[in-house]
């Protein structure tokens, strides 16, 4: 698991962006293409009409898209929609190393003592968990946080991590094999973010 050192906030401009990421992986797998800078300038996802907006969330969806693997980038383009999902969550959490401690250290603890509930308090305590070890959320702004925490909701309800952002209950993941398979050639501790013990992960490590 690659841990980054600074906690990035980037993922406010855009949230799951499901359809996006889908299409432009489609894209650049059908051309051919590495460089998924060419898929923006085609216009066939994204308009080509450069506005401040659209490159914010085309590099977000970008970046996520180039954590992933060839085999998990395959499943993200072929797969079924639960697959697809969790897929996406994964670039999200392999992107994001605030949303990928949150989903171990908070969602995944939760449902290992078998509390399917995330509280406010839950959140509050991450944050102040962490001031000493990312200094950098002291420089974002008390909004910036606030927006944060909203558009990582989001992503998690569109993942279908948890129900929905208001009731917050997490829901349990059940992975195909083909997923499974994926992320363990890759990394099996990546199994993490959809709750799995670690027992399981290490009999998938042999």
């Not at 898209?65 to 969790?86: F, M, R």
Request: aromatic fraction near 8%; charged fraction near 30%; charge should be positive.
């Amino acid at each position: 698991m690659s841990l980054s050192s600074k906690y990035i906030l980037s993922f406010t401009a855009a949230s799951l962006r499901l359809n996006e990421m889908i299409k432009v992986a489609k894209a650049a797998y059908d051309n051919n293409a590495t460089d998924l800078k060419v898929v923006k300038e085609s216009g066939v996802v994204f308009s080509p009409v450069k506005t401040r907006t659209s490159d914010r969330e085309f590099r977000e969806v970008r970046k996520r898209l180039e954590t992933l693997t060839p085999e998990q980038t395959s499943l993200l383009i072929k797969g079924d929609l639960i697959s697809q999902k969790q897929i996406a969550f994964l670039a999200v959490c392999k992107r994001y190393g605030f949303i990928r401690d949150f989903t171990i250290e908070v969602i995944r603890d939760k449902v290992l003592v078998f509390d399917f509930k995330i509280n406010e308090s839950d959140f509050n305590s991450f944050i102040s968990s962490k001031i000493l070890l990312h200094p950098e959320l002291e420089a974002f702004s008390e909004s910036t946080r606030k927006k944060a925490k909203q558009v990582m909701y989001r992503i998690l309800e569109q993942a279908g991590i948890i129900n929905n952002a208001v009731d917050k209950a997490i829901l349990p993941q059940i992975l195909q094999q083909d997923v499974i398979n994926a992320i363990v050639r890759d990394e099996p501790v990546w199994l993490k973010i959809f709750m799995m013990p670690d027992r399981d992960i290490k009999q998938l490590r042999h």
